[in-house]
C-alpha cells in the first residue's frame, strides 16, 4: 500500500515541481506521514529528481526547447553552489535557514509584481554575470535548505526573460546537478530504503515527462500565476514548520 502510494506522490509531485517546482509540498510530507525517517525522505526525493530532472531536459533537448551547448554551463555553477550551500548549513540552525527561506521566497514573490519580465522572449540563452551569480545562488540556497529551488530559478529565467519551456528545461538541468552530489551522499551514508525510493523514482518519471508536455502546452500568461500560488504555499509550510 505504502509503494503504491508514494509512486502516485511521485507523479503528482515531480508533475507539479516541473511546471513550477514546489514538488516538495507534496513529497516529503507525505513520506514523512507513511513513517520513513527524514533523512531517507530527502534521500529518496534526492535520488528521484536526479533521474526524473535529467530525463525532462532529455526530452526538452529532443524536442529542440533547450540546445545543450547553451545550457551545459549549469552543471558546474549549480554543483559548487550546492556544495557551498552544504558546507555553510552546518554552521547554522535550521530556524535560523527557514527565517533565510521565507524572506527569500517573499522577496522573489514581491518583485515578480513590479517586474516587466516575462518568459515571451525566444533568443538563446547567453551566459551573463547575473545569470551566472542567481544560478549559483541558488545552488547554494539549494545545498543550504532546498525548498523552493525550482521555484526560485523559474523566478530568475523569467527576469533573464528566458522563454517559458527552455527555462523549465535549465531547472531541470540545474536540479539534476544539484541534486546528484547529494544523492550519493544519501546512498554512501545508507539512508535509502530503496523500495520506497524506487516507487517514488517510477512516479517521478512518468511526472517528468507528464510536466514537460503540459508546460509545452501552457500559456506563459498562466505561468506567473501559478509561481506565485506555489510560492505562497511554500510560504506557509515554511512559517508552519518554522512555529512548530
Known amino acids: 500500500m505504502d509503494l503504491l502510494l508514494i509512486f502516485f506522490t511521485g507523479i503528482a509531485a515531480t508533475t507539479l515541481g516541473t511546471l513550477a517546482g514546489g514538488g516538495g509540498l507534496i513529497s516529503l510530507p507525505m513520506m514523512l506521514l507513511i513513517g520513513m525517517p527524514v533523512h531517507s525522505a ?21 524536442r529542440k526547447q533547450v540546445n545543450v551547448k547553451e545550457s551545459i554551463w549549469l552543471l558546474p555553477v549549480s554543483l559548487v553552489g550546492g556544495g557551498t550551500g552544504a558546507a555553510i548549513a552546518s554552521f547554522l540552525s535550521s530556524q535560523t535557514m527557514t527565517i533565510a527561506a521565507i524572506f527569500l521566497l517573499i522577496f522573489a514573490m514581491v518583485t515578480s509584481f513590479f517586474s516587466k519580465a516575462s518568459f515571451e522572449k525566444t533568443e538563446p540563452f547567453k551566459i551573463k554575470p547575473a545569470s551566472a551569480a542567481g544560478v549559483y545562488g541558488i545552488g547554494v540556497y539549494d545545498g543550504l535548505f532546498g525548498p523552493g529551488q525550482g521555484t526560485l ?30 544523492a550519493a551522499v544519501y546512498i554512501t551514508a545508507g539512508h535509502i530504503m530503496w523500495g520506497l525510493t524506487l516507487a517514488l523514482m517510477a512516479g517521478s518519471w512518468i511526472g ?11 500559456k506563459t500568461a498562466y505561468v506567473k500565476p501559478m509561481l506565485r500560488i506555489i510560492t505562497l504555499l511554500l510560504i506557509i509550510q515554511l512559517l508552519i514548520e518554522y512555529l512548530k
Open 42 to 62: 530527502i534521500g529518496a526525493n534526492k535520488v528521484s529528481n536526479t533521474f526524473s530532472s535529467f530525463s525532462a531536459f532529455v526530452y526538452l533537448v529532443r
Open 153 to 182: 530559478m523559474l523566478y530568475l529565467f523569467s527576469w533573464l526573460e528566458i522563454s517559458y519551456l527552455k527555462a523549465v528545461g535549465l531547472v531541470r538541468l540545474a536540479t539534476f546537478s544539484s541534486c546528484i552530489g547529494a
Open 208 to 218: 517528468a515527462q507528464t510536466g514537460v508536455r503540459l508546460a509545452q502546452r501552457m
